[in-house]
């Protein structure tokens, strides 16, 4: 049999309800393997061995008494950005260091109520602000493929851990491309759902117009199993859609016969994209037409100023969010004698380079004199991209499109240079501008590293955006290699 840290959640699904594996097996086969390579990968902030034991015990219980759902006994790590009850949620942070929440994130419940297993918390860049996970306070995440490259990020921890087989899923959160490039540059899938899909009660807020929750995993399907999860209303989150969450993985195809497929003319040849990254993808987009799908090109022509406007609005909206972390009320406190000495102090002291670089820039463009010249400008470019989006999606059902321009960099490369980090995200921003689903998959490697396609979707239309990638997947293949320097 396959090892049990291989399996994919669909055939763990079929294993579990067969009574083939044990919950609790599956548990210990990943915390094992966690102990065998996190020391190298350094997916984890927070290893939950004893509540993973126990949520496993009870999944068992779940099964046998016949109430097993989609994700009972399934192996889940989850962004260190999600609160937790039984687990500290530090955000990568020094001012959260040891908090833990009194409540649990709203996807959180919904997976605890589901009994899936949750096997730890995972690095991410401090409060979600980065590309890389070397924005974290605490450490930088390897990524799988090659121990002396970035996993990507914010949500790099998440996915290294699914790559490096030590969970089965994982739960991220995309602001402007945080689950699309990790999964990329670990080569494995990872959905960004339409903005309202997923409840965003109890997760950390970075740019709460922006900010959704989502599924990493190795397969489409599996992507698919843990959406349908997660999704749907929440009274705690007025920006939740009260809409029906549709069975995901039930709209998973492979014939995509009369689909039409909308190709970026300006991001063909874009500057920065690197050669091999480009050949992969074109490679992918003659797979869809092999599949039967019609390739059609499409403008964006306002999604060149997705990045200026994201970092005015992210940070505008993050330097909101982050005033409430003034050590009074959780985390990191430092006694100053005097009120605002003390908040100056822990926040001084709390915060790394990169989130006080962001509140600055934030707190500048809301200030007065500039909050129109910047702000306002800011809101009506968003509403021009979003009005590309769907001009286009009147011609088309879905957008293929390279995911970042480069492959996964090496640690330590563009630390000292923001702009270059801010570029990896460059094809990722535009479908948060526009709150639309998008769905990153692996295309191919370039010099041994993953090369990573996004399929894009019209809001509320995961299930054409699942159905446009599962095909692909199954057509090509890519999906079941694994990383060679953690086999
Ligand atoms: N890399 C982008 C940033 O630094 C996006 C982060 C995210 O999606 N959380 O803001």
Same mark, same amino acid.
């Given at each position: 049999?396959?090892?049990?840290?291989?399996?994919?959640?669909?055939?763990?699904?079929?294993?579990?309800?067969?009574?083939?594996?044990?919950?609790?097996?599956?548990?210990?086969?990943?915390?094992?393997?966690?102990?065998?390579?996190?020391?190298k990968v350094q997916?984890?902030?927070?290893?939950?061995?004893?509540?993973?034991?126990?949520?496993?015990?009870?999944?068992?219980?779940?099964?046998?008494?016949?109430?097993?759902?989609?994700?009972?006994?399934?192996?889940?790590?989850?962004?260190?950005?999600?609160?937790?009850?039984?687990?500290?949620?530090?955000?990568a942070?020094?001012?959260?260091?040891?908090?833990?929440?009194?409540?649990?994130?709203?996807?959180?419940?919904?997976?605890?109520?589901?009994?899936?297993?949750?096997?730890?918390?995972?690095n991410t860049d401090e409060?979600?602000m980065g590309s890389s996970t070397e924005n974290s306070a605490f450490f930088t995440t390897k990524n799988p493929w090659g121990l002396d490259r970035v996993p990507g990020g914010s949500?790099g921890g998440?996915?290294a851990?699914?790559?490096?087989?030590?969970?089965?899923?994982?739960?991220?959160?995309?602001?402007?491309?945080?689950?699309?490039q990790p999964?990329?540059f670990c080569?494995?899938?990872?959905?960004?759902?339409?903005?309202?899909?997923?409840?965003?009660?109890?997760?950390?807020?970075?740019?709460?117009?922006?900010?959704?929750?989502?599924? @990493?995993?190795?397969? $489409?399907?599996?992507?698919? +199993? %843990?959406?349908?999860?997660?999704?749907?209303?929440?009274?705690? #989150? !007025?920006?939740?859609?009260?809409?029906?969450?549709?069975?995901?993985?039930?709209?998973?195809?492979?014939?995509?016969?009369?689909?039409?497929?909308?190709?970026?003319?300006?991001?063909?040849?874009?500057?920065?994209?690197e050669?091999?990254?480009?050949?992969?993808?074109?490679?992918?987009?003659?797979?869809?037409?092999?599949?039967?799908?019609?390739?059609?090109?499409?403008?964006?022509?306002?999604?060149?100023?997705?990045?200026?406007?994201?970092?005015?609005?992210?940070?505008?909206?993050?330097?909101?969010?982050?005033?409430?972390?003034?050590?009074?009320?959780?985390?990191?406190?430092?006694?100053?004698?005097?009120?605002?000495?003390?908040?100056?102090?822990?926040?001084?002291?709390? @915060?790394g380079a990169e $989130?006080?670089r962001?509140? +600055? %820039?934030?707190?500048?463009?809301?200030?007065?004199?500039?909050? #129109? !010249?910047?702000?306002?400008?800011?809101?009506?470019?968003?509403?021009?991209?979003?009005?590309?989006?769907?001009?286009?999606?009147?011609?088309?059902?879905?957008?293929?499109?390279?995911?970042s321009?480069t492959v996964a960099f090496s640690i330590g490369d563009r630390t000292d240079d923001p702009l270059a980090m801010y570029l990896a995200?460059?094809?990722?921003?535009?479908?948060?501008?526009?709150?639309?689903?998008?769905?990153?998959?692996?295309?191919?490697?370039?010099e041994?590293l993953?090369?990573?396609?996004?399929?894009?979707?019209?809001?509320?239309?995961?299930?054409?955006?699942?159905?446009?990638?599962?095909?692909?997947?199954?057509?090509?293949?890519?999906?079941?290699?694994?990383?060679?320097p953690?086999?």
């Amino acid at each position: 049999m396959t090892e049990l840290t291989d399996l994919t959640l669909a055939a763990a699904r079929d294993l579990l309800d067969g009574r083939e594996i044990s919950a609790v097996e599956l548990a210990d086969a990943h915390l094992e393997r966690i102990a065998t390579v996190d020391e190298k990968v350094q997916a984890f902030i927070t290893v939950m061995a004893d509540q993973a034991r126990t949520m496993a015990a009870d999944a068992d219980a779940a099964i046998a008494a016949g109430e097993a759902q989609p994700l009972t006994g399934i192996p889940v790590a989850l962004k260190d950005i999600l609160c937790t009850v039984d687990a500290p949620t530090t955000a990568a942070s020094k001012l959260l260091e040891g908090f833990v929440s009194p409540y649990d994130a709203t996807v959180v419940k919904r997976l605890r109520d589901a009994r899936a297993v949750f096997v730890g918390k995972t690095n991410t860049d401090e409060f979600a602000m980065g590309s890389s996970t070397e924005n974290s306070a605490f450490f930088t995440t390897k990524n799988p493929w090659g121990l002396d490259r970035v996993p990507g990020g914010s949500s790099g921890g998440s996915s290294a851990a699914v790559a490096a087989r030590e969970a089965i899923v994982s739960l991220g959160s995309d602001t402007g491309g945080s689950i699309r490039q990790p999964a990329g540059f670990c080569g494995i899938v990872g959905m960004k759902p339409t903005y309202g899909r997923v409840s965003r009660y109890g997760l950390i807020a970075f740019a709460s117009s922006l900010d959704q929750i989502g599924p @990493f995993a190795r397969t $489409v399907e599996d992507a698919a +199993m %843990l959406l349908g999860t997660i999704s749907g209303h929440d009274t705690n #989150d !007025a920006t939740s859609s009260p809409r029906d969450v549709p069975d995901y993985r039930a709209a998973l195809g492979e014939d995509l016969t009369g689909v039409k497929l909308g190709v970026v003319t300006e991001w063909t040849g874009q500057e920065g994209v690197e050669p091999g990254v480009q050949a992969a993808c074109e490679a992918a987009y003659d797979t869809y037409a092999e599949l039967g799908a019609e390739l059609v090109p499409i403008s964006l022509d306002y999604a060149k100023y997705a990045l200026p406007t994201y970092y005015i609005t992210a940070p505008a909206e993050a330097s909101a969010n982050l005033a409430r972390f003034d050590g009074i009320k959780y985390g990191m406190s430092i006694d100053a004698g005097d009120v605002l000495e003390s908040y100056l102090r822990t926040r001084g002291e709390g @915060f790394g380079a990169e $989130v006080k670089r962001r509140i +600055m %820039l934030g707190t500048y463009a809301l200030s007065t004199g500039y909050y #129109d !010249a910047y702000y306002v400008k800011a809101q009506k470019v968003r509403t021009l991209i979003k009005r590309d989006f769907d001009t286009a999606f009147e011609r088309v059902d879905a957008i293929v499109a390279p995911t970042s321009p480069t492959v996964a960099f090496s640690i330590g490369d563009r630390t000292d240079d923001p702009l270059a980090m801010y570029l990896a995200d460059i094809f990722t921003i535009p479908a948060n501008m526009a709150g639309l689903p998008g769905i990153a998959i692996p295309c191919g490697f370039s010099e041994d590293l993953p090369v990573s396609i996004q399929v894009l979707g019209p809001a509320f239309g995961e299930e054409i955006t699942l159905k446009v990638a599962h095909a692909y997947e199954r057509a090509s293949g890519w999906h079941e290699r694994r990383p060679e320097p953690v086999a």
